[in-house]
């Protein structure tokens, strides 16, 4: 299972992620849903703009901005389940022109 996600993003870019939990939600009995999720960034610099889920599986993220070059930020997902599961992925996105 992939628990670590990397990318790379001019500053300014406008631009949208997903992580897509089926994988993992498909493997309980019933299969569950995400019932909530939020995101969270670090280092501040990365602005989140908008996030959705697409049911029943797939959180979105949109993001701007990114601080100084060569930064790494995290953001990260944290998911809550219709069945009480809480999961946590990251992706790691370096700001570089590009």
Same mark, same amino acid.
């Given at each position: 299972?992939?628990? $670590?996600?990397?990318?790379? $993003?001019?500053? @300014? ?5 997903? &992580? ?5 939600? /498909?493997?309980? @009995?019933?299969? /569950? ?7 969270? %960034? ?6 989140? /703009?908008?996030?959705?889920? %697409?049911?029943? /599986? ?11 070059l060569e930064t790494i930020h995290k953001l @990260? ?9 809480e999961i946590d992925r990251t992706i790691e996105?370096? &700001?570089?022109? @590009?």
């Amino acid at each position: 299972m992939i628990d $670590k996600f990397e990318d790379v $993003k001019d500053p @300014t870019d406008v631009w949208d992620y997903a &992580i897509d939990y089926s994988a993992l939600l /498909d493997l309980s @009995t019933p299969a /569950d849903q995400i019932n909530t999720s939020a995101w969270s %960034v670090t280092p501040s610099g990365l602005t989140i /703009d908008s996030d959705s889920i %697409v049911l029943p /599986d797939t959180a979105v993220v949109w993001v701007s901005g990114g601080g100084n070059l060569e930064t790494i930020h995290k953001l @990260t997902n944290h998911i809550v389940t219709i069945g009480g599961r809480e999961i946590d992925r990251t992706i790691e996105i370096t &700001i570089r022109h @590009t």
